[in-house]
């Protein structure tokens, strides 16, 4: 069965650094997500992606956040100066059609990368 | 405003005995419903989604779940659980209204016990 994959699976880095998170969504999905679940705290919607645009982001996902399909199979997540309130697990996912008509569609989960900032 | 709530944050159940995981949701309109399970290591697993219809969904993995509007609950049960039952259970149901991402609850961690 097909499956979201990310890597890495754990990420430490010194406070202010970049970070870029990768993504490997199901081949034939159009819409890509990402969430994060700091320890403790509920998983938290960012950001979703459709036809190389951000279609939808919450209040979470700030200007030092971005995200990119460099080609065409990773999704990216980058966090550009990386604060000690970013430690979390972030999860990617995808679905066939849009969130906004999931009548029918799920989203698919990948299996985390958990971040670490010092 | 939009919330997903999961009461327990820890359940023990013995190997064999039955289980009920607990899930309510706020905010008048009736959501899209969606229980997902994540083993160690693992992504979150789509367990079974309630969108209209039967209020008693079945899924995979011997899980089924309950719809009751009148109390805004998406109870998650299985009638005999296995060692490998043991994981963290997320609940997560989504509004519509131009959203796109799924709300979700704060997981319930399920401990089996032999």
């Known amino acids: 069965e097909p499956e979201v994959t990310q890597t890495p699976s754990h990420q430490v880095t010194q406070m202010g650094q970049e970070v870029i998170l990768r993504c490997v969504p199901i081949s034939n ?13 509920k998983v938290e919607f960012l950001v979703s992606f459709y036809n190389n645009e951000i279609s939808e982001k919450s209040e979470i996902f700030d200007d030092q956040f971005s995200v990119e399909r460099p080609d065409g199979s990773n999704f990216t997540l980058k966090i550009r100066s990386t604060k000690l309130e970013d430690s979390a697990m ?4 995808s679905s066939r059609t849009s969130g906004r008509v999931m009548s029918t569609d799920t989203q698919y989960f990948g299996p985390g990368t958990r971040l670490t900032v010092l | 405003a939009q919330s997903v709530t999961q009461p327990d944050i820890h359940i023990t159940v013995s190997e064999g005995a039955s289980l009920e995981l607990r899930c309510n949701y706020s905010y008048g309109a009736t959501p899209y419903l969606f229980w997902y399970v994540q083993s160690p290591g693992q992504g979150l697993q789509l367990l079974l989604k309630y969108f209209s219809g039967d209020t008693l969904v079945q899924g995979i993995k011997g899980f089924e779940a309950e719809f009751k509007r009148s109390q805004s609950s998406f109870n998650l049960r299985k009638p005999s659980v296995h060692w490998s039952d043991a994981a963290e259970y997320f609940c997560a149901a989504w509004w519509g209204g131009g959203a796109d991402g799924l709300t979700f609850g704060k997981g319930t961690h399920l401990i089996i016990q032999p």
Do not use: E, P, V
């Not at chain 1, 999905?29 to 705290?41: C, K, S, V």
């Not at chain 1, 972030?90 to 996912?93: K, N, Q, V």
């Open chain 1, 29 to 41: 999905h159009l819409y890509f997500y990402w969430y994060r679940q700091i320890l403790g705290q």
């Open chain 1, 90 to 93: 972030y999860f990617c996912a």
